[in-house]
Nanobody
């Protein structure tokens, strides 16, 4: 069955960095666009970043442009989200999405 497992979240101070990972299984990972979303009580669900099948095309929400980088390693069936210059408003549960499936999410908390 399709499974997406996120990791890498945690508590970080403003201005800090985290790298999220999402390992996929149960489908042909290299054939699908992958996404990172986030969800918070204040803002609901927001799409953060998108990466094409080969990784050659990436798109970002305006609120993370220049700070976050999405990438993928098709040999490892893994998509990443490098998050730099984190702000308190980046606090949320971060989810990866592919083929319409969701992982369980990983909590990111930005606080001093």
């Amino acid at each position: 069955q399709v499974q997406l497992v996120e990791s890498g979240g945690g508590l970080v101070q403003p201005g800090g960095s985290l790298r999220l990972s999402c390992v996929a299984s149960g489908f042909t990972f290299p054939a699908y666009v992958m996404y990172w979303f986030r969800q918070s009580p204040e803002k609901g669900r927001e799409r953060v970043a998108t990466i094409s099948e080969t990784g050659g095309i990436t798109t970002y929400a305006n609120f993370v442009k220049g700070r976050f980088t999405i990438s993928r390693d098709n040999a490892k069936n893994t998509v990443y989200l490098q998050m730099n210059s984190l702000k308190p408003e980046d606090t949320a549960v971060y989810y990866c999405n592919g083929l319409g499936y969701w992982g369980q999410g990983t909590q990111v908390t930005v606080s001093s």
